[in-house]
């Protein structure tokens, strides 16, 4: 039984793209067969991510306008071999997508793969509800900061009702995969704490990912962090999201502090006053 | 940064929560509000055309929530020709 998953933020740069390439990668290295689809038409990234940028020969808008058959338009990944990437159009716009040739495509991959991971543009205009129109389920990214939490909240209101899933009168699974926390940040109160935004937004938790140069030194070499950094915090919150979505019930642990120089040398009063 | 901010340095995290609770509290009412003008705007357009000939933009529908009263206002313009010979 294949799953469509979006990843979807409304705001942009909160780590989509980094987040769509190693969920979908940690999948993959759990002996899933997926693919992850850039729906980023335009403003294509997902290839630079995953180090295929030199691969690309057709793309999604090609498939979908019926210029290229899906498995000419696929590029298989040259560490995972259960791992596809479905890139977008750097030249077209936007509206090259129409939401049949997408329904048409989803339709294909499903009977292809186990996961499909639909990368989703920033905003909240046809991209982005094309990438979100076929979901079974989604990955909602947010960043420990007041604009991002708000472009969520306006996201998951539009997982519940722009959706198939949603006007079928079905359920949309959404989890929250938290990016760029900082704990030591939001133990000192600069920064709203894990639970803050759960109780914001309200729905569950998939994993939290620190701020961590890994992620960068990482996409610099075009390799997924689950890939390139197994055993980083980064690469291990990432592989631990995707087992939650694999249906193991592993807690999510919260990133301990980094001690600063300061708190340790006055300790926890002087920093938090 | 003066010795004594440093010090006294604020907790502007409880801050950012509080602001986004009151907005997003205010938010949500009003995108589930606009989605119940434009099904009341939709139905209450094709009762009226199938009896009457009427212009999509003449018909306004306007829903506003008040803590005590809300008020559903609906303005129709008619076209003189529209009740003739009626």
Same mark, same amino acid.
């Given at each position: 039984?294949?799953?469509?998953? *979006?990843? =979807? ?7 989509? =793209? ?44 090609? /498939? ?33 997508? =129409? ?5 048409? *495509? ?10 499909? /991971? ?21 990955? *909602?990214? =947010? ?108 807690? /999510? ?21 | ?86």
């Amino acid at each position: 039984m294949s799953k469509v998953m *979006v990843v =979807t933020s409304g705001k942009g740069g909160v780590g989509k =793209t980094t987040s769509s390439a190693s969920l979908g990668a940690a999948l993959a290295q759990a002996g899933q067969n997926v693919v992850v689809v850039d729906f980023d038409v335009g403003l294509r990234n997902l290839d630079l991510v995953m180090g295929a940028e030199r691969r690309v020969v057709f793309d999604l808008v090609n /498939v979908v306008q019926g210029d290229a058959k899906l498995p000419q338009a696929l590029i298989r990944d040259k560490r995972v071999e259960t791992l596809y990437l479905l890139p977008a159009s750097q030249t077209r716009d936007k509206d090259a997508l =129409t939401e049949e040739g997408v329904g048409r *495509v989803i339709g294909e991959l499903r009977e292809r793969f186990d996961w499909i /991971v639909c990368d989703s543009p920033a905003g909240i205009e046809k991209g982005a509800l094309l990438a979100m129109r076929f979901a079974d389920l989604a990955v *909602v990214v =947010t960043n420990p900061e007041v604009s991002s939490v708000r472009d969520s909240d306006r996201i998951i209101g539009m997982l519940d009702s722009k959706t198939q899933r949603a006007e079928d009168g079905g359920r949309l699974e959404k989890h929250l995969l938290l990016t760029r926390y900082d704990a030591a940040r939001a133990a000192r109160g600069e920064m709203m704490k894990v639970d803050d935004i759960l109780e914001i937004l309200a729905i569950p938790l998939l994993g939290i990912v620190s701020e961590s140069p890994d992620v960068l030194s990482a996409s610099n070499v075009g390799s997924p962090v689950t890939l390139h950094n197994p055993t980083s915090a980064a690469g291990r919150a990432y592989i631990d999201a995707a087992r939650r979505l694999l249906g193991e019930n592993i807690v /999510v642990d919260t990133p301990p502090e980094r001690q600063s120089l300061m708190r340790r040398l006055f300790g926890r009063k002087a920093a938090v006053a | 940064m003066s010795f004594l901010n440093f010090f006294t340095r604020s907790r502007s995290a409880p801050v950012a929560r509080d602001r986004l609770q009151l907005l997003l509290a205010h938010e949500r009412v009003q995108a589930g509000q606009s989605d119940l003008a434009a099904i009341l705007h939709k139905e209450i357009l094709a009762v009226i055309a199938k009896h009457i000939p009427i212009d999509q933009d003449k018909v306004i529908v306007k829903l506003d929530r008040g803590a005590q009263v809300s008020t559903l206002e609906i303005d129709i313009e008619m076209p003189d020709e529209a009740l003739v010979g009626r």
